[in-house]
């Protein structure tokens, strides 16, 4: 390893489910012979992270746990075994930080299906410190023309929006409806179905997620805090008021994965993405067969959804608005976060 690695790094720690985390300073690991070290420079805040630290999932997370899986930085050590990755490259750590590769599932590049998946700051320690463990094989390879703050949330919020995207079918000129539009992945959601080309109606709550999600390109908002009937609101935003092709659910709410099955067009598809806790999906047996609607889950993406997202935003075509502040004020994004009051993201420097 190079002298210029420090033995000691900040970090943000997890010391018991339910929080609060500690600032605080812990070791530098070194990487083993698969995997690479990274000098994180910034990490996107998902709500993923605040679930762990709350502990709203049957999956438990280890402890201590540093969180983090949205983490853009600088290549500092590599391992015996990595022939392709060299110190000074731009590297970036997603959720799932490695996978065994051999299985049914990884076989079929279906890799967030291992059931020996690594999972960044929840399985294996992630993004909120300074120098962080990524698998070789799965560190995103992030192109050196791009900018690691802007480009931090596409590592998380943008592969898994992009997937879940493709996995709805929709395809140009046909509609969308992202519930949770105003939030981390919608924001990110927005600008990748407006890439696509499809025709964007955002969900969400007040004037300031209306106004931004308009910015990224929704060409209809519905206010599911003020709306009398979110259904009919969002049928009628359609051009033949028949209901979207698709609609991405990534609201940290119950409820609409309890109506979106009731708006979505006949032969549509409804992709769950978020992942609110102890929440169920609800359809009624009848419109769901006589409209043969399909109801799916999607999960983050692979090692190629990932490239291609990442293409996507070297491309130029990805901006979606972020704002930053230092590690050591994670605790207070959090608190804004279970408030609901981001619009889009926040991105927190390593080194303040
Ligand atoms: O692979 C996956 N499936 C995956 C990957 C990454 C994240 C899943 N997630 C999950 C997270 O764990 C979380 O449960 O996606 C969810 C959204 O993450 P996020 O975008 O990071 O959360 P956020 O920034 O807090 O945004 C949530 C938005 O939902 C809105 C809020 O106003 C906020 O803007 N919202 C809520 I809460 N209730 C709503 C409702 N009834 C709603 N929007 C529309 N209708
Ligand atoms: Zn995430």
Known sequence: MSAAIPKEQWAQVVIKTGGPIEYKKIPVQQPGPDEVLINIKYSGVC?????????????????????????????????????????????????????????????????????????????????????????????????????????????????????????????????????????????LACQYAKAMGLDIIAIDAGDEKREMTKQLGAQHFVDFSTSKNVVSDVKAATVDGLGPHAVILVAVNEKPFQQAAEYVRPRGTVVAIGLPAGAYLRAPVFESVIKMITIKGSYVGNRKDSAEAIEFFRRGLIKAPYKTCGLSELQNVYKMMQEGKIAGRYVVDTSK
Not at 72 to 84: K, L, Q, R, S, T
């Open 47 to 187: 709500h993923t992270d605040l679930h762990a630290v709350n502990g709203d999932w049957p999956l438990p997370t280890k402890l201590p746990l540093v969180g983090g899986h949205e983490g853009a930085g600088v290549v500092v050590a590599v391992g015996d075994n990595v022939y392709d990755i060299k110190v000074g490259d731009y590297g970036g750590v997603k959720w799932i930080n490695g996978s065994c590769l051999s299985c049914d599932f990884c076989q079929q590049s279906d890799e967030p299906l291992c059931a020996n998946a690594l999972l960044s700051g929840y399985t294996v320690d992630g993004t909120f410190q300074q120098y962080c463990i990524a698998k070789a094989a799965h560190m995103a390879r992030i192109p050196k023309e791009c900018d690691l703050e802007a480009i931090a949330p596409v590592l998380c919020a943008g592969i898994t929006v992009y997937k879940g995207l493709k996995e709805s079918g929709a395809r140009p000129g046909q509609s969308v409806a992202i519930v949770g539009a105003g939030g981390g992945l919608g924001s």
